[in-house]
Each structure stands twice: as structure tokens, then as C-alpha cells.
């Protein structure tokens, strides 16, 4: 059955952990977004709450929300920034 996507409640918003080599660090995020939920929250607010989805690539972004998908948690509980392709000139 397929769940309605989330239009009220409590949204949290998902920092992001980064690793050393400054990519999105995924095990600690999807641990994190299922925490969140396991405290109550409705849906999750990823990739924008602070601007922060600029400072990953497109492929970056598309792998995360992969992930989040292949971890169980339904895509009807995300709320993804709509950022743009980051600056071709941003350093790591």
C-alpha cells in the first residue's frame, strides 16, 4: 500500500554528516533519519534545511536519496531541498 506523501506534522530537518574526504557519509545519515522518525517526527526535511545540498553534486544528492530509499524508509516521509547544481568553481 502506498503511503501519502507527508503534508503536516512534525518535519524534521536531517543534518548531514560529512566524511573526511568532505562526501556525504551515509551509514551515520540513515541512522540519523531513523532516529528522527523513531522519535516522532512525520517526515524528514533532507538535503536543504541549511542550504547544504549546494555544497554536494547532483550525483551526490541522487545517491543519497538512493540510499535513503533502499533503507526502507518510504519516499512519501521526504521532503528533499530543491537546490541547484552547485558552482562550478566550489572547492573541497
Not at 530537518?13 to 545519515?29: F, K, N, Q, R, S
Not at 541512522?31 to 524528514?44: A, I, Q, T
Request: with cysteine; net charge negative; proline share 10%.
Amino acid at each position: 500500500m502506498a503511503r501519502k506523501p507527508v503534508d503536516r506534522g512534525v518535519l524534521a530537518a536531517v543534518l548531514t554528516p560529512i566524511g573526511e574526504e568532505l562526501a556525504p557519509d551515509l551509514t551515520p545519515w540513515i541512522h540519523h533519519c531513523r532516529w528522527l522518525l523513531d522519535l516522532g517526527s512525520d517526515g524528514l526535511a533532507v538535503l536543504g534545511t541549511t542550504s547544504e545540498a549546494n555544497s554536494f553534486t547532483v550525483a551526490e544528492r541522487l545517491i543519497m536519496l538512493e540510499a535513503v530509499a533502499e533503507s526502507g524508509i518510504p519516499g512519501a516521509m521526504l521532503i528533499p531541498g530543491p537546490d541547484a547544481e552547485p558552482s562550478p568553481t566550489r572547492s573541497r
